[in-house]
């Protein structure tokens, strides 16, 4: 068991200590980073899925006033590693993707540069592009490991047989379409070279909008062939992430080349919202073929879920979806397969929850429709399949707290008195129903942070490389960095957003707060040994994340249950959510306020996939045709309603020291599946696309 | 994104010529499409030719009817009393599109002539027919769920955006325009053309030509009249179908009714078929599909990589029939 702190900053509803810089407009992005003279770098990129490059005539962009220099595969610099092919960037003449960057543009203002990359001439050899995912695709093939590591496929008892004894039985298949993350803030970094610096060696400063600082430094050292002290990261603010910000993406790396073309000017690189939908990574589409089986008495006996799903031909990324029907419910047959297409597709990446998000719509529906099979409440149903261990690992859950989120949802949105019939409830023009779905995102915390912790002026400062998403990092750290180091908040500063700080690991895998609090915990601990409770200027403690030992002998996850009233129009088909409810168990409680917000956005995340959010691939071209937010449809303020967010109050003591979770992702997960099932619920059609459209419903 | 020049002229006879004067010359209004399509390369004038301020703003009783300045605001034409109580389905069609930021950008004038929409037309790296005649349509098998189901063409799939135009195709209103020969009026339901094989024109309009005002006639049928815009999500969307109706019924007869339908043409879709279908009909469900029948009659749906549009066909007809059947809820 962690030494648990003894909360009072821990679970106090600050308001966010760069609120007031937010609200002002003072708070300074990537792209509106203090510089002298800045340029402006607009890429190029293939419209073809796949094919060589036969030549590139910059000539015609050159004479264009302003333009500064053109990065093409025959000039740009040679990179020093491109072991990871996604920054393999204007290194050969193969076009693996369309919208792969084949040329960049460096020029005095944004308008010269967007106007002289149009007349960059490159020419191509165009071979037919291979983009179509299908479960009949002879060579998919099995991954050696799903993106966590993690088995692609697992198997226990036989699945096949315990479906064909039955008695009750789904067998469906559930598919997710292709997702991008559309942050408000584009994917932006303005990046200088200094070439007289670092003793002559020269140095590279990036202001990126990323999820991590040292994420960035480690790539973009790595991929150019420098020093790591040659390479500063700053990032105090990101509009945004939600996963695509998560490892530097193409535009990172070429803005520091385009930075090196140009020693001595900054140089900004935001991509377009249309050049995210090829460059910034996206949720890949998954095919999931769910198998359940049951006893008359509700309990499972094989549980299984078969994906197929694509990843691009240039760098593989396996999505772990497979995982939650590892972990969920209980049955002695179970399997697990994952099945990749490789196809000449740009990149995916981390899209919030991944694995996680797709991987409980499928499971997630079946057991909805295996509850209405066998004539018992989903929630009864899930309460009859509740594990006491887990159920893949069989180590105990170090808290798990389903069925209480479950109950008490159940309560707070009035499912007591549900009528289980779909497609009876109709009035005011409007069919009307109510579904349930769980939540489920594991607790991790990352192996390498550091903090360094100081008195300064009388002050406590703590420095961390961490990033804060929008998410409220500025303000979580100093509650927690307080109470470990048992005073009040007005005596705290943390500073985080820059690789001058100790190292920090991403914000990813909602293990953000776990592991950069544990560090501060181990920093104020190492402080308090050796500096007392009356320590002087100048002090100064640094401390790395402890290791997560309970994690060897329990299984850690967040858990939560969610709730959707759906009306659907009866003559137009039209889905509205006038009510969304979501219950959590995420451990401790950093910021109440905070934490709603994360909760209520990865909800309202969930809605979009649920109804609207569909990346739309012209398998003839090769890309995304919706690509802008008047196509892709986000949930707009009129479509989100009675939208709630709680928590129970779980005390878990195996977690770390703060008793924290992670919020940023269990949000989204369940969600689709609850509105799905209310859908059905509604309507008496069960759609297991999504999103589920009005068409699908009429 | 090309360098091109600008004029602010100082009334609209001069900003005729100068449109006039240069092939590659564009007016420039409430800017809400055509700086989008600037930005994506889709439009590439030379010159533009700023016409803020330069139209009426003003909206006039006019023998019965409403003489609409072009430079009225859609925010404002929207929120009109007399818009409001004598034609509700030109008020609702213009709330329900875009957003409050961009009704009050878009004009009169300019909304109508919005250029119609298709995700490949919007797209310069793909083959599109409208933007580069005779370069082929990308929409055609593509993601086709937005596209025509009417009047298309081997050529073009595209849809016409606008509300507020069904609207203004159904209250049969006339448009005033002043070109460099001088005025003309023509009626609205004649300003946008299918595309047959010249997709890149959307209007008759002649290069310079500018509008002016739009008049309503006096109708007393659009007393009773609504707009109903279907879409996946509650807001900023365009329409997958929309309808824009107004029906009279006297001693349970309908005796009067205009019927316009949006989100399934190149141009606002005049349901004159079915308004025949409708007159003298009981008001009913049965009257109600009878009349969308009709007009749907030569409906021709796409398939497409995204599923198609087949969908509107019955999406249709349902919307017509709930809308038709609210109207005449209203009469009794």
């Not at chain 1, 008495?297 to 995982?323: C, P, W």
């Not at chain 1, 949105?413 to 129903?433: A, E, I, T, Y």
């Not at chain 2, 329900?96 to 961009?102: N, R």
């Amino acid at each position: 068991m962690s030494e648990t702190l003894e909360h009072r900053a821990i679970g106090a509803d600050l308001p966010r200590r760069d609120g007031d810089r937010k609200v002002r407009g003072t708070a300074v992005y990537a792209d509106e980073s203090p510089a002298q003279d800045p340029v402006y770098c607009r890429i190029v990129q293939a419209p073809l899925a796949r094919g060589r490059i036969t030549s590139v005539d910059p000539a015609p962009a050159e004479a264009e006033d302003g333009v500064l220099a053109v990065l093409t595969p025959a000039t740009a610099e040679r990179l020093a590693d491109t072991s990871d092919a996604e920054y393999a960037i204007l290194q050969d003449d193969e076009v693996h993707f369309r919208g792969q960057i084949v040329a960049a543009v460096i020029a005095e203002t944004f308008e010269q540069a967007r106007y002289a990359a149009d007349l960059v001439d490159v020419r191509y050899d165009e071979q037919p592009g291979d983009t179509l995912l299908s479960a009949d695709r002879p060579d998919l093939y099995r991954p050696e490991q799903v993106e966590t590591g993690a088995a692609p496929d697992t198997s226990e008892g036989d699945v096949d047989a315990a479906v064909a004894a039955g008695p009750a039985r789904i067998q469906q298949t559930y598919t997710t379409p292709m997702l991008h993350n559309n942050p408000m803030e584009p994917h932006a970094t303005t990046a200088l070279w200094e070439p007289a610096s670092h003793g002559g060696a020269g140095s590279l400063t990036l202001w990126d909008s990323t999820q991590g600082v040292h994420t960035v430094r480690e790539t973009v050292y790595t991929v150019l062939g420098l020093d790591r002290e040659q390479v500063r990261v700053v990032c105090p603010y990101v509009g945004g992430g939600f996963g695509s910000k998560g490892i530097p993406h193409q535009n990172v790396v070429t803005a520091a080349m385009a930075a090196r073309a140009v020693p001595g000017r900054p140089v900004r690189l935001a991509l377009t919202r249309q050049q995210t939908f090829s460059l910034a990574g996206y949720r890949p589409p998954t095919i999931q073929q769910v198998a359940l089986a049951a006893g008359d008495d509700g309990r499972l006996t094989a549980i299984a879920n078969d994906v197929v799903e694509q990843t691009s031909r240039v760098k593989e990324f396996a999505e772990q979806t497979v995982l939650p029907a590892r972990t969920m419910y209980a049955a002695p047959n179970r399997r697990t397969s994952t099945r990749l297409a490789a196809l000449d597709v740009p990149i995916p990446s981390w899209m919030r929850a991944p694995g996680e998000c797709p991987g409980m719509f499928a499971p997630e529906v079946a057991m909805d429709e295996l509850a209405h099979e066998l004539g018992i409440d989903p929630i009864e149903l899930r309460e009859r399949n509740e594990p006491d261990t887990h159920p893949e690992s069989g180590l105990p859950f170090s808290s798990r707290n389903l069925l209480a989120c479950l109950r008490r949802g159940a309560e707070q949105f009035g499912w007591p008195d549900r009528d289980p019939l779909p497609g009876v409830r109709s009035h005011g023009g409007w069919w009307w129903g109510t579904g349930v779905a769980a939540s489920v995102y594991p607790t991790m915390r990352m192996p390498v942070s550091e903090a360094e912790i100081s008195r300064v002026d009388g002050r406590y400062v703590a420095r961390i490389g961490a990033t804060d998403l929008g998410t409220g990092t500025w303000t979580a750290l100093v509650q927690i960095a307080a109470d470990a180091l048992g005073v009040a908040v007005d005596e705290v500063d943390v500073l985080i957003g820059d690789t001058d700080h100790p190292m920090a690991s991403v914000a990813g895998g909602s293990s953000g707060i776990n592991t950069w609090g544990s560090t501060l915990v181990a920093a104020a601990q190492e402080f308090r040994k050796r500096f007392g409770d009356t320590p002087a200027d100048g002090d100064s403690a640094r401390a790395g994340v402890p290791a997560n030992e309970a994690a060897e002998r329990y299984a850690m996850s967040a858990f939560g249950a969610q709730f959707a009233e759906v009306a659907v129009h009866a003559d137009t088909g039209e889905i509205r959510v006038p009510r969304l409810y979501g219950t959590f168990a995420v451990g401790r409680v950093v910021n109440p306020r905070m934490a709603r917000s994360q909760l209520v956005g990865g909800m309202t995340m969930g809605l979009g996939m649920a109804l609207y959010e569909n990346s739309l691939f012209d398998p003839r071209t090769g890309h995304v045709v919706n690509h802008d937010l008047a196509e892709y449809h986000v949930p707009t303020q009129a479509d989100v309603a009675d939208l709630r967010a709680d928590w129970i109050d779980e005390h878990d003591p195996h977690v770390n020291a703060m008793g924290t979770k992670g919020i940023g992702e269990i949000g989204i997960v369940g969600t689709a599946a609850a509105v799905a099932n209310a859908a059905w619920h509604a309507t008496g059609t069960r759609v297991r696309d999504l999103p589920v459209t009005l068409d699908t419903v009429l | 994104m090309r360098p091109f020049d600008y004029q602010a002229p100082a009334d609209a006879g001069t900003a005729v010529a100068a449109v006039a004067a240069r092939p590659d010359a564009a007016f420039l209004g409430g800017g809400t499409n055509l700086v989008d399509h600037l930005r994506l390369g889709v439009a590439e004038p030379g010159l533009l030719v700023d016409v803020t301020g330069l139209l009426p703003t003003g909206i006039s009783d006019d023998g019965g009817g409403l003489r609409i300045g072009a430079g009225v605001a859609n925010a404002d034409l929207a929120a009109d009393s007399r818009v409001r109580r004598h034609y509700p389905v030109l008020a609702r069609a213009l709330l329900s599109g875009a957003s409050g930021q961009l009704r009050n950008m878009a004009t009169t004038g300019g909304n109508p002539l919005q250029r119609t929409r298709c995700l490949y037309f919007q797209d310069v790296t793909t083959p599109c027919n409208k933007r580069s005649p005779g370069s082929g349509c990308a929409a055609i098998g593509g993601a086709t769920r937005q596209h025509a189901i009417l009047g298309a063409s081997e050529h073009c799939i595209a849809t016409h955006p606008s509300d507020m135009a069904v609207a203004l195709s159904a209250l049969d209103a006339q448009v005033e325009v002043l070109g460099p020969d001088g005025e003309r009026t023509l009626a609205f339901g004649e300003l946008h053309r299918l595309p047959g094989d010249a997709p890149e024109r959307d209007t008759v309009l002649e290069h310079g030509e500018l509008i002016t005002a739009i008049v309503l006639p006096p109708l007393p049928v659009a007393a009773r009249s609504d707009y109903r815009k279907v879409r996946d999500r509650a807001s900023y969307a365009f329409a997958l179908v929309s309808v824009a109706a107004a029906l009279e019924v006297t001693e349970c007869r309908i005796t009067d009714s205009r019927v316009a339908f949006g989100g399934v043409a190149h141009t606002p879709w005049r349901a004159r078929r079915a308004e025949r279908v409708l007159r003298g009909a009981t008001p009913s469900d049965e009257a109600f599909h009878a009349a969308a029948a009709a007009e749907l009659a030569d409906a021709r749906p796409q398939d497409g990589v995204d599923g198609g549009n087949a969908f509107k066909i019955p999406l249709l007809t349902r919307t017509l029939a709930g809308t038709l059947r609210d109207l005449a809820r209203q009469e009794a």
